[in-house]
């Protein structure tokens, strides 16, 4: 059984920095492609960035050059590294397999505010 604990989210000011990490269980870590996505309340699910059993990585465009997504396949772990996050990045930030998600975690809280 898959399970997916995420971690990390909390309330901070436009232009700050968070660190998400989710750690995975029940799945053969380093040979699945990972990801992180959010949701914000009335909103479907969007794919923020991944990272393949290759460490290539892919970002949506909103995203790109103040995200970066890593793993450690040591410690069943993927990372999100959130840099001059914005209001519009408030979420809730859910870690999981791509393209076929798993079944999901609780996520973690992230709040900007300006």
């Known amino acids: 059984q898959v399970q997916l604990v995420e971690s990390g989210g909390g309330l901070v000011q436009a232009g700050g920095s968070l660190r998400l990490s989710c750690v995975a269980s029940?799945?053969?870590?380093?040979?699945?492609?990972m990801a992180w996505y959010r949701q914000t309340p009335g909103k479907q699910r969007e794919l923020v960035a991944e990272v393949t059993m290759s460490f290539g990585t892919r970002y949506r465009d909103s995203v790109k050059g103040r995200f970066t997504i890593s793993r450690d396949n040591t410690k069943n772990t993927v990372y999100l590294q959130m840099n001059n996050l914005r209001p519009e990045d408030t979420a809730v930030y859910y870690c999981n397999l791509s393209p076929t998600p798993a079944q999901w975690g609780q996520g973690t809280q992230v709040t900007v505010f300006s």
């Open positions: 029940g799945i053969m870590f380093w040979a699945k492609t």
